[in-house]
């Protein structure tokens, strides 16, 4: 069996082509492919086409296909190919997005959105991020490895996961064989920080309901009923109030809690974290345990809609009947059909003063979180360690990725990885979107090394 390609001399590879990895990242800036103006259109075609380009130059054969969504509508531009080296080896998917958000008001930038721009560390622009530097840091890791590549390749460079991905499953199904894989990198998600390297490990899943409370026929004077009927906003305030015990914790039956996959090895700052959401200082934050495990594995529920009389022009009358409706955020290791059930069932069952209660079920999707155990994340956090100088710090996520769960569901057996290069000053999505070029250099290595190692497994 071949040595394993050391970090060094990957590095001296990657040092040497720098100029043109950075270019790609630059190049995809330029090229201003937002799917909000279109995922069909002309700029999107020319932007997979590109990406395609870059591919095959690093000896992939990619080609741009069109998808089509689940109505059978031509949808977005994306490219797909392989290489394959050896039959017998194992098979990796890379997957990125070409597609970027819009920029809405281009003076809120410090620089021009479409050029990339670097000033110090950080490379600025449109995309950059997310997820030029994705695309890179696939790039980047093939080029490097020219020749020495000893596992087969497959891409999915998609061209509409900012516009939420609806032709992404249709899309997969249709080429269920060409993305089969052993292993899927998602270079799509990002660091601890630009020198400290993380996989992330879990996504939420979400479910949401509506929840009609009803008390009363009719309005009726509160002057004269007030007292032994409460009024229904006042009752479903009570029914809400008890999905949460006086610590903060989450006190609905039959919802799972977890601890932050493949565990914790630095939890999130309280301070930033109050400062980035904009805590008022008196607020004591609420739940126990890591913040980590609050933000990323246990069950979180917000009200997010309530219909009450507005206060202008509200009178003395007893409301007969309202709805909220709530969402709740579902640990990565609980289905979130049996997390919506268990809400369902809560809600239902205590009614406060026997008021009629009826919940709607709407949307649940899938959390995911990755196999902390499997050679590939132990593959990947040595390649990390050694591409950066510095042990990972693995996070999750509060939020979903829909599309991840989605891949994990299509292709049960594969392990994925997910990785990419923002860091918490990325600003994705944001004005002066950049990402740290020492930090997607080391990651373009941390790439190269994690696919010669995969080499070795079966
Ligand atoms: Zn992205």
């Given at each position: 069996?071949?040595?394993?390609?050391?970090a060094?001399q990957i590095?001296?590879?990657v040092?040497?082509?720098w100029?043109?990895?950075?270019?790609?990242?630059?190049d995809?800036?330029?090229?201003?492919p937002?799917?909000a103006?279109?995922?069909?259109?002309?700029?999107?075609?020319?932007?997979?086409?590109?990406v395609?380009?870059k591919l095959r130059e690093?000896?992939?054969?990619?080609?741009v296909v069109?998808?089509?969504?689940?109505?059978?509508?031509?949808?977005?531009?994306?490219?797909?190919g392989?290489t394959?080296?050896?039959?017998?080896?194992?098979?990796?998917?890379?997957?990125?997005?070409?597609?970027?958000?819009?920029?809405?008001?281009?003076?809120?930038?410090?620089?021009?959105p479409?050029?990339?721009?670097?000033?110090?560390d950080?490379?600025?622009?449109?995309?950059?991020?997310?997820d030029?530097?994705?695309?890179?840091i696939?790039?980047?890791?093939?080029?490097?490895?020219?020749?020495?590549l000893?596992?087969?390749?497959?891409v999915f460079?998609?061209g509409?996961?900012e516009m939420?991905?609806?032709s992404?499953?249709?899309?997969i199904?249709?080429?269920?064989?060409?993305?089969e894989?052993?292993v899927?990198?998602v270079?799509d998600?990002?660091?601890?920080?630009p020198?400290?390297?993380s996989?992330?490990?879990?996504?939420?899943?979400?479910?949401?309901?509506?929840?009609?409370?009803?008390?009363?026929?009719?309005p009726?004077?509160?002057?004269?009923?007030?007292?032994?009927?409460?009024?229904a906003?006042t009752?479903?305030?009570m029914l809400?109030a008890?999905?949460?015990?006086?610590?903060?914790?989450?006190n609905?039956?039959?919802l799972?809690?977890?601890?932050?996959?493949?565990?914790?090895?630095r939890?999130?700052?309280?301070v930033s974290?109050r400062?980035a959401?904009?805590v008022?200082?008196s607020?004591?934050?609420a739940?126990t345990?890591s913040?980590?495990s609050?933000l990323?594995?246990k069950?979180?529920?917000?009200?997010?809609?309530?219909?009450?009389?507005?206060?202008?022009?509200?009178f003395?009358?007893?409301s007969?009947?309202?709805?909220?409706r709530v969402?709740?955020r579902?640990?990565?290791?609980?289905?979130?059909?049996?997390?919506?059930?268990?809400?369902?069932?809560?809600?239902?069952?205590?009614?406060?003063?026997?008021?009629?209660v009826?919940?709607?079920?709407?949307e649940a999707?899938?959390?995911w979180?990755?196999?902390?155990?499997c050679?590939?994340?132990?593959?990947?956090l040595?390649?990390?360690k050694?591409a950066?100088?510095?042990?990972?710090?693995?996070?999750g996520?509060?939020?979903?990725?829909?599309?991840?769960?989605?891949?994990?569901?299509i292709?049960?057996?594969?392990?994925?990885?997910?990785?990419?290069?923002?860091?918490?000053?990325?600003?994705?999505?944001?004005p002066?979107e950049?990402?740290?070029v020492?930090?997607?250099k080391?990651?373009?290595v941390?790439?190269?090394?994690?696919?010669d190692?995969?080499?070795?497994?079966?």
């Amino acid at each position: 069996m071949p040595m394993l390609l050391s970090a060094d001399q990957i590095r001296a590879r990657v040092n040497a082509d720098w100029d043109s990895i950075l270019d790609v990242v630059k190049d995809r800036i330029a090229l201003r492919p937002i799917s909000a103006n279109g995922i069909s259109g002309e700029h999107m075609r020319a932007s997979a086409q590109y990406v395609a380009d870059k591919l095959r130059e690093v000896g992939v054969d990619a080609q741009v296909v069109q998808a089509h969504d689940a109505q059978g509508n031509p949808s977005a531009w994306e490219v797909i190919g392989s290489t394959v080296v050896d039959e017998n080896a194992p098979t990796v998917l890379l997957y990125a997005h070409h597609d970027v958000q819009p920029v809405p008001d281009e003076n809120e930038w410090n620089t021009k959105p479409f050029e990339g721009t670097q000033q110090g560390d950080r490379l600025f622009g449109r995309g950059a991020c997310d997820d030029a530097g994705g695309i890179a840091i696939h790039y980047g890791a093939l080029k490097a490895l020219g020749d020495q590549l000893r596992v087969n390749i497959k891409v999915f460079i998609e061209g509409e996961e900012e516009m939420g991905s609806a032709s992404f499953i249709p899309f997969i199904e249709a080429h269920h064989d060409e993305f089969e894989s052993d292993v899927i990198i998602v270079a799509d998600s990002g660091n601890w920080a630009p020198d400290v390297p993380s996989l992330t490990t879990s996504l939420r899943g979400n479910a949401t309901c509506d929840v009609h409370v009803k008390v009363l026929e009719h309005p009726v004077h509160s002057g004269q009923y007030g007292g032994p009927i409460l009024d229904a906003n006042t009752t479903a305030a009570m029914l809400i109030a008890k999905m949460y015990d006086e610590q903060g914790e989450l006190n609905i039956p039959g919802l799972k809690a977890g601890e932050p996959i493949g565990g914790l090895q630095r939890d999130l700052d309280e301070v930033s974290m109050r400062a980035a959401a904009g805590v008022v200082d008196s607020y004591k934050l609420a739940g126990t345990g890591s913040l980590a495990s609050r933000l990323w594995t246990k069950p979180s529920a917000t009200v997010i809609g309530f219909d009450a009389h507005p206060v202008e022009g509200s009178f003395n009358v007893i409301s007969p009947e309202t709805t909220f409706r709530v969402s709740l955020r579902v640990s990565p290791l609980q289905d979130p059909h049996e997390a919506m059930n268990a809400m369902v069932d809560f809600f239902e069952s205590n009614a406060p003063f026997g008021a009629q209660v009826h919940v709607e079920p709407l949307e649940a999707g899938m959390g995911w979180a990755m196999d902390p155990n499997c050679t590939a994340t132990q593959d990947a956090l040595e390649s990390l360690k050694e591409a950066f100088g510095v042990d990972p710090v693995n996070k999750g996520e509060g939020g979903s990725i829909p599309f991840i769960p989605e891949l994990q569901k299509i292709f049960p057996h594969a392990q994925v990885l997910v990785t990419g290069p923002e860091d918490p000053i990325s600003n994705a999505h944001s004005p002066n979107e950049s990402v740290s070029v020492s930090g997607l250099k080391n990651d373009v290595v941390a790439e190269a090394l994690l696919l010669d190692k995969l080499a070795q497994n079966d």
